[in-house]
């Protein structure tokens, strides 16, 4: 069955009456008008369907456990999307774990995962009372367990490997493969064992954790994951005596963001993890275990746009023609960062004939300022409305302050109505944070 990963844009958008880009019942150049821009829009009803069709497809998996990887978009409205369709959170700061709790987020239902946790998250993880810490390393299993000491508790715990599997996806975002900064090494589990058993007594092992990488449109890595994780699980039964039977797979599927992309649907990924466990159960006679896992970028990747307004333009005589917008780098990342592409559209004219080839251009003092190279658009006026999709996961978070540009709005879309999740960002909040030293006045 087809998912909303698997389309470029949310699934309620449509061209209105008006002749304008519509999602979520709500016009977007209204939006644009109302909110501002550069703006996030997200469209509800996507997210929603994409919660959905992860619980839909492992119904016949009870022992399922779905995390949010709030890493690809946090807020508390987002928390609370989740706390809704039952989902549980995987964070990986302080900052996610603040959130979570401002939230009113039930905290029994979050992970905290990150290959560098300080002392100070580690504590607040623990008094937030978060349900498992995925320990990423030597030097982390002694914090923990330090901590927990320290705090009179026994701190479930899940062991992060590198499983040395390889997907096709950008280099960054690869993390499951051998030379990884995350997680231990196969050859390094046993050491890693011992030491809970003989020494961090206030540490409960309780299973396996790995993420292979992101925009991941194959499924038979997952297949490899899984076995790759029972092996792990077999071993350390025959040799220790020890039944691990909670394993996390991580997050990775992959969702569309032009044409070429061609992205697995959930059911396909479920059908393969659960063939898998039962395959591997079987094979190593080994109970079914409970399995997390994480989803991010499919979550909320397609359920949002980022709108932007058409500002100064450029010819280069022989050369390209620039458009400038009124965001950039500073609110997405991703294009200078991995050389991402986007689909777009103008929202105020959606049919016009795409006759144009232009490069979309940030605003930002940087030449690799560039939002999309090189596309083919209807001819841009000034105050156009510019719609790029799928920017929902990794846009906003990875959002900075770059030349001092403020952080975008974010509005909840759905039938009609639109509500700010995130305010725009004031000058007054750009430097709160700023101190002048009294000698410097
Ligand atoms: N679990 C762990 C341990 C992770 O490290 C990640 C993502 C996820 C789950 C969620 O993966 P997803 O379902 O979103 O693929 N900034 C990059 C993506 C970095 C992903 C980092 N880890 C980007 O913009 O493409």
Same mark, same amino acid.
């Given at each position: ?102 939230? =009113? /987020? $039930?905290? !029994?239902? *979050? ?10 998250? &580690? #504590? ?58 995350? =997680? /231990? $090494?196969? !050859?390094? *589990? ?10 961090? &007594? #206030? ?239």
């Amino acid at each position: 069955m087809k998912t909303a990963n698997q389309d470029i844009k949310p699934v309620t958008t449509k061209i209105n009456e008006n002749g304008n880009i519509e999602i979520g019942g709500c016009d977007l150049v209204d939006l644009a008008n109302t909110y501002g821009t550069p703006l996030y829009v997200y469209d509800e009803e996507t997210i929603r369907s994409m919660t959905k069709g992860y619980k839909d497809a492992f119904k016949n998996y009870p022992k399922i456990n779905m995390m949010f990887a709030a890493k690809a978009f946090m807020t508390k409205a987002i928390c609370k999307i989740m706390q809704q369709e039952g989902f549980g959170l995987d964070l990986c700061s302080g900052g996610e774990i603040y959130t979570a709790v401002s939230s =009113g /987020f $039930d905290m !029994t239902k *979050t992970l905290f995962n990150g290959n560098n946790k300080s002392y100070d998250e &580690i #504590n607040y993880a623990i008094e937030s009372g978060i349900n498992t810490i995925s320990v990423d390393n030597f030097f982390e299993l002694a914090l923990l367990n330090n901590i927990a000491k320290t705090q009179n508790k026994i701190v479930r715990i899940l062991l992060r490997i590198t499983p040395g599997i390889e997907c096709h996806t950008h280099e960054y975002i690869q993390t499951g493969h051998l030379d990884s900064k995350f =997680g /231990f $090494d196969l !050859t390094q *589990t046993d050491e890693a064992v011992e030491l809970i058993r003989d020494e961090y &007594i #206030n540490l409960k092992l309780v299973g396996l954790h790995a993420h292979i990488g992101s925009q991941i449109f194959e499924k038979q890595v997952y297949y490899d994951e899984v076995e790759v994780i029972f092996k792990e699980i077999k071993r350390i039964k025959d040799k220790y005596g020890i039944n691990l039977n909670e394993i996390n797979l991580g997050g990775g599927l992959g969702i569309k963001y032009t044409e070429e992309d061609r992205p697995i649907s959930i059911y396909d990924i479920a059908e393969t993890i659960i063939d898998s466990i039962k395959v591997h159960s079987k094979k190593y006679n080994i109970e079914e275990p409970y399995v997390f896992i994480e989803p991010g970028r499919s979550i909320v990747g397609t359920a949002g746009v980022t709108l932007y307004t058409a500002g100064s333009s450029k010819q280069v005589p022989k050369g390209r023609k620039y458009q400038s917008v009124d965001g950039g780098m500073s609110d997405n990342a991703r294009p200078s960062l991995y050389q991402a592409k986007y689909s777009v559209e103008v929202a105020n004219n959606p049919n016009g004939e795409a006759v144009e080839k232009v490069t979309i251009s940030g605003k930002h003092c940087e030449s690799g300022d560039i939002l999309a190279k090189d596309i083919m658009l209807p001819e841009i006026e000034e105050g156009d409305t510019i719609c790029f999709y799928t920017t929902g996961a990794y846009g906003y978070s990875m959002s900075s302050n770059y030349n001092r540009v403020l952080k975008p709005a974010a509005v909840l879309v759905n039938n009609g109505k639109s509500d700010i999740i995130i305010n725009r960002q004031t000058y007054e909040q750009l430097c709160i944070s700023d101190n002048i030293p009294t000698r410097l006045n």
